[in-house]
């Protein structure tokens, strides 16, 4: 009895030791729990957010992917400068792209850096066995590949962006080539901070083959993987790559509770009753739990209300059919919508779907649907408003118990990125105009001079031989008819090359002031008539018109041009109608054309007509040189280009709107004349009385044949010349005898001196000695540099012996008016 008592008597201290002994182990277990819930919370928020930089980082260059294969789509055969410049502009904060080369028809023909690829140069992949696959279905498929990760040969591992370049054709969508980016695979996941130790977890990334696949490792140990893992997917071009992650000490140590938390419940179990301690370790159990799912509900409606995009969550059903079950109030911002009338009826989204769109909308979402895979689409919609905006989306496929399946999708408004895009396509490509024709207004140039020469050359031995059959008196001579021929052939290249240099806004033009109504009044009255009566031409012409600094033929000359275009695109009639009007251009509409003018008041002539209209294709190559749509033989195809050169080398700019069967509109803008101009000798009209006697002419011209048929010709109108082949030449003659009348120079010439230096260095001996200069195009003095008077007579090459003897005669009455 006394020993059951005594057990008794202990039965309190053995309950209380047992007690808390179980509160010991349950409170440590409890600990380890709570720890590993918070060092998992933590891994998982910084995981996050390495994935979102990772995907990022891939989005970014799929997008820069897309935008040099669109500029690659447009200029496929750009050269390697061209293409090295482009894509080392894009790409200069992506040092992780260690090599880009492009692959017209699979061939390897630009790489960019050149230095340590030029081996890839003239790679054909279709020699290449392991690359194959890769390359076909980028071709066929019209998707961006990603290949690897893999060995590289610059030494260590990458992986390889496969870009298809489409670009439209008449009828489809051709295939033009492939663009290829090599990703260096450290330096890229080193940039999204995978590898900075200063994170305090360990990272793996892997290759997604497939739930039950193999694991290929990009990155990391591969036994992280089957350790507890925090997992984290990144979308990449044709599948996913898998983020794993733990604590850099391993979960043990990161989930082993603090030695005061175990100190603390020794002091508790010693101080406190059981039962008190029980209570409050049920009490502290169910606070942490409430304060962990409070902190989880304030992240999430933090990361919903400061996310760019708004989360939608569908159910779909067996049946079909879908429900919204959750939607952020950004939908307001997004869609127009209030999130009470979507989540009362879905399918106000789908109505506000482009109808263009629609159909691949719904064929990406049953595809993500049936394959379980992530999906991804950019879509148009039009909000209740009217406004219309590119929205993009991506979302994955959630199987739910019931058989029905939770679509989690985030769509996020890119229409200012959409137009960034079209403004950059849109400049870009008023950029490549710009060069092209730069490119060819100097090609024209070059041209110009040499074959200007020829056809001096030509045109005066021409002449020279028929003054010589004309002295032999034969009648009926057909020797005299074919040098007539031929000399008219030789006036016809002349044009010729004055219309190549009129584009290219070079030609020799002889400014006045103008007034332009004037100038149309007297052009309809004359081109009127060769119009059919089924045309209707209308005219109105402001009464009040300031006159402008323009050469008046070229003017007249480029109104009949449109006219002829305007008469042949109505062969069955219609309206022409032609006005003038004062018209202020800003700066930012000057810009949004792409125009080099200055904004203010401008002069505009339109042209417009009620014809076949122009498509957008043709609208955008009307003014190159040499393009027409008219049969062969109905047009030069220099018309248009002509018109833009004088215009533009007039000071002024022109513009055309056209839409297929509701004619076309063209308008010219010209500077209102300012003050007084200086006109040329050739426009003074200095003429002498009677002509001259014998001279003596100093001649410079560098071509022999030149030389030797303008020391004919002038020999033939009676002067007496002496010819050199440089400046340099001429000068030391003047030098040695400068009893010179007139000297006679081509401006651009080899040597130290060109033409306005040997005027110039001779007028410093005779300041009165009249000069004439010769060119083969109007800008051989800014090729030089040289200052010219604007009194000096120039003249164009080819010249004709009429004209030279006009312009000697005009250089020595100018003398003696001196």
């Not at 090359?497 to 009044?521: G, H, I, Q, Y």
């Amino acid at each position: 009895m006394m020993q059951k008592n005594r057990f008794l008597s202990y039965l309190p201290s053995l309950v209380a030791i047992i007690a808390v002994g179980l509160l010991a182990f349950i409170y440590h277990h409890q600990s380890r729990v709570n720890a590993a819930a918070d060092i998992k919370a933590e891994v998982a928020d910084k995981t996050d957010s390495l994935r979102t930089r990772l995907q990022s980082q891939i989005d970014g260059g799929i997008h820069l992917s897309r935008g040099v294969a669109s500029i690659l789509s447009r200029n496929p055969d750009m050269t390697q400068v061209e293409f090295s410049r482009v894509v080392s502009e894009i790409f200069t904060d992506l040092p992780e792209v260690i090599n880009i080369a492009w692959a017209p028809d699979m061939v390897i023909t630009r790489v960019h850096p050149v230095k340590g690829n030029e081996q890839a140069i003239g790679l054909d992949f279709r020699t290449l066995p392991d690359q194959l696959d890769a390359v076909v279905k980028a071709r066929d498929t019209g998707q961006i590949v990603l290949v690897g990760p893999i060995n590289l040969v610059q030494g260590g591992r990458g992986f390889i962006f496969r870009v298809p370049v489409y670009a439209p054709g008449d009828d489809t969508v051709l295939f033009k080539g492939l663009l290829s980016l090599v990703f260096d695979m450290d330096a890229f996941l080193a940039k999204s901070g995978m590898t900075d130790p200063g994170n305090g977890i360990e990272v793996a990334v892997a290759v997604d083959h497939g739930k039950f696949g193999p694991v290929e490792m990009m990155l990391g140990p591969l036994d992280l993987v089957n350790d507890r893992p925090v997992t984290e997917q990144v979308l990449i071009p044709g599948g996913s790559w898998t983020i794993f992650a733990r604590p850099s000490e391993g979960w043990e140590a990161a989930e082993r509770p603090p030695f005061y938390d175990r100190l603390l419940l020794f002091v508790v179990g010693l101080l406190i009753l059981v039962p008190l301690v029980m209570a409050n370790a049920l009490a502290v159990s169910r606070q942490a739990t409430i304060r962990e799912m409070e902190i989880t509900a304030r992240r999430l409606k933090g990361v919903m209300e400061n996310a760019p995009g708004a989360y939608v969550s569908f159910k779909m059903f067996q049946d079909g059919s879908q429900q919204i079950e959750y939607i952020s109030d950004v939908c307001k911002d997004i869609w127009g919508i209030d999130r009470e009338t979507i989540l009362a009826d879905g399918q106000v989204l789908w109505n506000t779907v482009f109808p263009e769109d629609l159909a691949g909308f719904k064929e990406e979402i049953q595809r993500a649907l049936e394959t379980r895979r992530p999906w991804h689409f950019k879509w148009r919609i039009t909000t209740p408003t009217g406004e219309v905006k590119w929205l993009e989306g991506r979302g994955r496929m959630t199987p739910l118990p019931d058989g029905s399946i939770r679509r989690d999708s985030f769509a996020v408004d890119i229409t200012e990125q959409k137009q960034r895009d079209e403004d950059f396509e849109r400049q870009a490509e008023m950029v490549r105009q710009a060069q092209k024709q730069e490119s060819i207004g100097h090609m024209t140039g070059g041209v110009a001079h040499d074959f200007n020469n020829l056809l001096a050359v030509v045109r005066g031995s021409l002449e020279l031989l028929r003054d010589d059959l004309e002295e032999e008196g034969i009648e009926d001579d057909d020797r005299l008819s074919l040098i007539g021929t031929a000399i008219q052939a030789a006036d016809r290249g002349a044009e010729l090359t004055k219309s190549m240099l009129s584009f290219a806004r070079r030609a020799r033009l002889n400014p006045e002031v103008v007034d332009l109504n004037e100038v149309v009044k007297e052009t309809e009255a004359w081109a009127g008539r060769t119009l059919p009566a089924t045309i209707d031409v209308q005219v109105d012409l402001a009464p009040v018109l300031p006159k402008i600094w323009v050469d008046r033929g070229s003017t007249a000359s480029a109104i009949l041009n449109l006219i002829v275009n305007a008469r042949d695109a109505m062969p069955r009639g219609g309206a022409l109608k032609i006005t003038t009007e004062q018209q202020q251009l800003d700066a930012r509409t000057i810009q949004q054309h792409g125009e080099a003018i200055d904004p203010g008041t401008y002069v505009v002539l339109t042209i417009s007509d009620s014809g076949e209209g122009i498509s957008e294709a043709i609208r955008e190559r009307i003014f190159e040189p040499f393009f027409s749509t008219k049969h062969p033989g109905k047009g030069s195809g220099l018309g248009l280009s002509m018109v833009q050169g004088f215009v533009k080398q007039s000071g002024g700019t022109i513009r055309v709107t056209s839409q297929p069967g509701q004619g076309t509109t063209f308008k010219l803008y010209f500077k209102p004349h300012e003050g007084q101009k200086v006109l040329s000798g050739a426009e003074s009209g200095l003429r002498g009385d009677t002509p001259p006697a014998a001279l003596r002419i100093l001649l410079a011209e560098d071509d022999e044949g030149v030389r030797a048929v303008l020391t004919a010709t002038l020999d033939r109108l009676g002067h007496n010349v002496e010819a050199a082949e440089t400046g340099d030449a001429a000068l030391a003659l003047f030098q040695k005898d400068p009893a010179f009348d007139l000297l006679i120079t081509d401006i651009v010439m080899p040597g130290h001196l060109q033409g306005t230096d040997l005027a110039r260095e001779i007028r410093q001996i005779d300041t009165a000695l009249p000069v004439i200069f010769l060119s083969g195009y109007a800008r051989d003095a800014d090729a030089v540099g040289g200052d010219m008077d604007p009194t000096e007579i120039r003249l164009m090459k080819p010249v004709r012996r009429k004209v030279l003897a006009e312009a000697i005669e005009r250089a020595i009455a100018a003398r003696r008016n001196i």
